[in-house]
């Protein structure tokens, strides 16, 4: 599965973005799938997970509740619903599959994998 993100920006605080995440390859409904994302000079840090079925959810704590994953199975597609945006959400932000053996409600980075661009995401105090 290739992935690539987009639909970032620059935005005021407060205000809200959606996210997408395009998938090429057949398989992409058979997996888990994940948002991370970095800000410069730190590590990878998990934001949202959703299951193949798109039935169960799991978020980062200091996103819950402003943010919201979903996906398309038919137009192969993730993606990320941001409300209420932080400065402190400013990061490149990756879309990614969840490894098949790893448990549910993990936000290990390297438990997920297919990592493509990220996209900017700017949010103006």
């Known amino acids: 599965v290739q992935l690539q993100a987009s639909g970032g920006g620059l935005v005021q605080a407060g205000g809200s973005l959606r996210l997408s995440c395009a998938a090429s390859?057949?398989?992409?409904?058979?997996?888990?799938m994940g948002w991370f994302r970095q800000s410069p000079g730190k590590e990878h840090e998990f934001v949202a997970a959703?299951?193949?079925?798109?039935?169960?959810?799991y978020y980062a704590d200091s996103v819950k509740g402003r943010f919201t994953i979903s996906r398309d199975n038919a137009k192969n597609t993730v993606y990320l619903q941001m409300n209420s945006l932080e400065p402190g959400d400013t990061a490149v932000y990756y879309c990614?599959?969840?490894?098949?053996?790893?448990?549910?409600?993990?936000?290990?980075?390297?438990?997920?994998?297919?990592w493509g661009q990220g996209t900017l995401v700017t949010v103006s105090s």
């Open positions: 990614v599959r969840k490894i098949r053996d790893a448990y549910w409600g993990t936000q290990l980075p390297t438990d997920f994998g297919s």
């Open positions: 390859g057949r398989t992409f409904r058979d997996y888990d």
């Open positions: 959703i299951a193949w079925s798109g039935a169960m959810t």
